[in-house]
């Protein structure tokens, strides 16, 4: 008998599994650091993407780690009008931090919940470059008291 974690272990990249699990803890600690929906428990992206520094979208879209985001953003899944899905065939680029980290909601949830092929080389490049961007504002955040919840929960809620 096949066990899925078996099947699936040489067909996800390390970098899909390092953001899969990076992504979770970054919204684990959204939630219970202060970056929350206000009725939801869901992690409020908008509020966290503007506490953050407002050069943050400028560095991130100069950078050379983060390029495919900008030049080749992630498609997303919509309805064919039928009763299946279709790549949508609109690329949104980025415009700010929000839309960026958006973006990346798109590449993880293609890769762990939609038609992706496993362990090619642009889905690789995309959570490379997403495991950057995510990097580089706990980094920000860091630097910023307001951030000391999703700090603390970040470094030590595991």
Do not use: C
């Not at 009725?39 to 943050?56: K, N, R, V």
């Not at 690789?124 to 000391?148: P, Q, S, V």
């Amino acid at each position: 008998m096949t066990k899925l974690q078996d099947y699936f272990r040489d067909k996800v990249s390390q970098e899909g599994f390092d953001l899969f699990a990076v992504f979770a803890r970054f919204e684990y600690a959204m939630k219970k650091g202060g970056f929350r929906r206000k009725t939801l428990p869901d992690a409020a992206w908008q509020t966290f993407a503007e506490a953050l520094p407002s050069d943050f979208y400028a560095k991130m879209k100069a950078a050379p780690e983060a390029q495919i985001y900008f030049q080749q953003p992630p498609n997303h899944l919509v309805v064919d009008g039928g009763d299946n899905v279709k790549w949508s065939m609109k690329l949104d680029e980025p415009k700010d931090a929000l839309s960026l980290f958006n973006s990346i909601k798109v590449a993880r949830n293609n890769l762990f919940h939609g038609d992706k092929a496993h362990n090619n080389d642009r889905d690789t490049k995309l959570m490379a470059a997403a495991l950057f961007i995510l990097n580089a504002a706990y980094d920000e955040a860091e630097k910023d008291a307001k951030f000391g919840r999703f700090i603390s929960e970040m470094e030590f809620g595991l």
